[in-house]
T-cell receptor, first 109, second 114 residues
């Protein structure tokens, strides 16, 4: 069974701070996806990383896929209240997604 | 709007009721999924339909019964549920064999079983 562990589970910070969320597994994935889910909505895809060591930037968000394709990180620079939400990582293997538990991020104004 | 709609958005039912959840996708996708999202747990894949054929059933109790009449619609029929079945039920779809397998999620149905 493939498992993905996310840390921290909860994070509450002030507007303007930087943060990093981690997603770790003992399994290798063909790709890894990051989603953000807001209350009352389904998860929305932010990015997919495919190549080991790959770094992708989406405005203030930087995503990195580990060299061995077992782990990933999401770094947010100068967080804003609009970044508040549940951040989920999901590893793809055999056309199926395995999700982590998520990191609940709250950015206070 | 992701192109995947779910109804109802909220549902409260007793343990003896029968109800159905509906999912519809307008994206031309050929695969649809039901997930269960409970507090402090990872999303759990329940069922997968590919080209309207059920290809995966992850040991889900028989009180949950899926139906996929065509590639755009997916139902989850519920009967004699238990309080521990209360959760957010998410539908997703994607295009298998396309350039990307990205799954698009609906907003979910928040189910409460009394």
């Amino acid at each position: 069974t493939q498992l993905l562990e996310q840390s921290p589970q909860f994070l509450s910070i002030q507007e303007g701070e930087n943060l990093t969320v981690y997603c770790n597994s003992s399994s290798v994935f063909s790709s890894l996806q990051w989603y953000r889910q807001e209350p009352g909505e389904g998860p929305v895809l932010l990015v997919t990383v495919v190549t080991g060591g790959e770094v992708k930037k989406l405005k203030r968000l930087t995503f990195q896929f580990g060299d061995a394709r077992k782990d990933s990180s999401l770094h947010i620079t100068a967080a804003q209240p609009g970044d508040t939400g549940l951040y989920l990582c999901a590893g793809e293997g055999g056309s199926r997604l395995t999700f982590g538990e998520g990191t609940q991020l709250t950015v206070n104004p | 709007e992701t192109g995947v709609t779910q109804t109802p958005r909220h549902l409260v039912m007793g343990m003896t009721n029968k109800k159905s959840l509906k999912c519809e996708q307008h994206l031309g996708h050929n695969a649809m999924y039901w997930y269960k999202q409970s507090a402090k747990k990872p999303l759990e894949l329940m069922f997968v339909y590919s080209l309207e054929e059920r290809v995966e059933n992850n040991s889900v109790p028989s009180r949950f019964s899926p139906e996929c009449p065509n590639s755009s619609h997916l139902f989850l029929h519920l009967h004699t549920l238990q309080p521990e079945d209360s959760a957010l039920y998410l539908c997703a779809s994607n295009l298998l064999g396309g350039d990307t397998d990205t799954q698009y999620f609906g907003p979910g149905t928040r189910l409460t079983v009394l």
